[in-house]
């Protein structure tokens, strides 16, 4: 007899049961107005269900395979079929991680500009005066279901023209994230930023910071999954590109609470991240992914608040701040997994509200001023506990 595999579409009433054997199955069809009919062999009948059946995002397991005869040869009359079976549940799982790529990339420039550069009246210096510094954030992303690190490293410097301040930075990214079914993600990236900050009303102590950036990033993907029981992973390395711009309003201290003063700030932010098409290797389900393209835009409003610590040249530092997405959905992840069947996955809810907090210290240090805090936020779309550290020389 033939040893064969079942496609998607094939009745399983064609499969060759023996009278020792009792098969039962859920075999997937056909896709209609967003339900999948499928038939059902409990051993005795089929039983179509070509209505009201399970919907294309729910979790529900289903046989996969392909009608293809794959040794031609004589088997003893005891011998049985192999066949190659893969769950819903389990693909879906799989197919969906790999949209870590896109949002590590997020993840990465949203540090670059909510990290690094969440405090950019700590760059202001006087007009005439240039600064350099060097910078670096580096925490755990283990919001909602993420697991893993994201990082940043910076080099900047500015002048003070009188009328605005011109800051210039170059720096790099990193975010590692575990995929499930032992699957993996590093990402790495480039980026440079410009801004400028100017006052509304010095009087008053308003200023205005605008800034633009580009992001780019290599990612290497292993998408793990389970055949037939056993673990496999299938690789790729997608580009990304970014691109954002920023705009904020900082009212330097607006009020004092005895020695603590008070800058309440606003801050909207939006970025467009594209990740480039792509087709993996290796493993027994290697999949193509469609070019996926998200874009997220954020309003955040808070305050910080410096405390001289008498006697040591040094402030207690602390930031309170409110986040708000806009967008509610990423994109879907699309593509094919090859040979096999197309798939169009939802790509998820974002966490849309959420708040941060940091705690640390700033002050002078040697030729220049230092800065350290131990930041986190509740939930969301960003790292849920970081270290932001840099020094800075003025000239």
């Not at 790529?101 to 993840?107: P, R, Y």
């Not at 540090?111 to 202001?124: E, I, Y």
């Not at 954030?137 to 500015?158: I, K, M, P, Y």
């Amino acid at each position: 007899m033939d040893l064969v595999r079942y496609d998607l579409g094939d009745y399983f009433d064609n499969y060759p049961a023996s009278s020792e054997t009792t098969v039962s199955a859920l075999t997937a069809y056909d896709i209609s107005n967003g339900y999948v009919s499928i038939s059902y062999w409990n051993g005795t009948e089929l039983i179509d269900c070509p209505e009201n059946c399970p919907r294309v995002s729910d979790l529900y397991a289903y046989i996969i395979g392909s009608r293809t005869v794959l040794v031609l040869v004589d088997l003893p009359p005891d011998s049985k079929p192999e066949l190659v079976l893969l769950t819903l549940a389990d693909i879906q799982a799989s197919l969906l991680s790999t949209s870590a790529g896109i949002q590590s990339s997020l993840s990465s420039v949203s540090t670059l500009v909510n990290g690094a550069h969440s405090r950019p009246m700590s760059r202001w210096v006087a007009p005439g005066q240039k600064t350099f510094w060097v910078a670096g954030d580096w925490g755990n992303d283990n919001n909602g279901s993420r697991d893993g690190t994201t990082g940043l490293a910076e080099l900047g410097a500015g002048y003070n023209f009188g009328s605005a301040q011109i800051n210039f930075s170059l720096g790099k990214t990193w975010a590692d994230q575990d995929l499930v079914h032992s699957g993996d993600l590093d990402v790495d990236g480039q980026y440079v930023m410009v801004e400028s900050i100017f006052p509304v009303s010095k009087l008053n102590g308003v200023y205005a910071t605008l800034g633009a950036y580009r992001h780019w990033a290599d990612a290497d993907i292993q998408r793990g999954y389970l055949n037939m029981g056993n673990p496999e992973t299938s690789s790729s390395s997608p580009d990304s590109r970014s691109w954002g711009v920023r705009g904020r309003l900082d009212w330097e201290n607006a009020f004092a609470v005895k020695s603590a003063r008070f800058s309440p700030y606003v801050d909207l932010w939006y970025t467009e991240t594209k990740l480039d098409s792509y087709t993996e290797s290796g493993g027994s389900f290697p999949a193509r992914f469609d070019r996926r393209e998200d874009d997220v835009s954020e309003l955040r409003f808070g305050t910080n608040m410096a405390l001289p610590i008498k006697e040591t040249g040094f402030d207690f530092i602390a930031n309170l701040e409110a986040a708000r997405r806009f967008e509610g959905n990423a994109e879907n992840t699309t593509g094919e997994v090859i040979g096999l069947f197309p798939f169009d996955v939802d790509g998820g809810e974002y966490d849309r509200n959420w708040l941060k907090g940091g705690v640390g210290v700033e002050g002078n240090l040697g030729n220049g001023k230092v800065s350290l805090m131990v930041n986190g936020t509740t939930e969301g779309e960003f790292m849920s506990s970081w270290v932001a550290a840099s020094y800075q020389l003025e000239f």
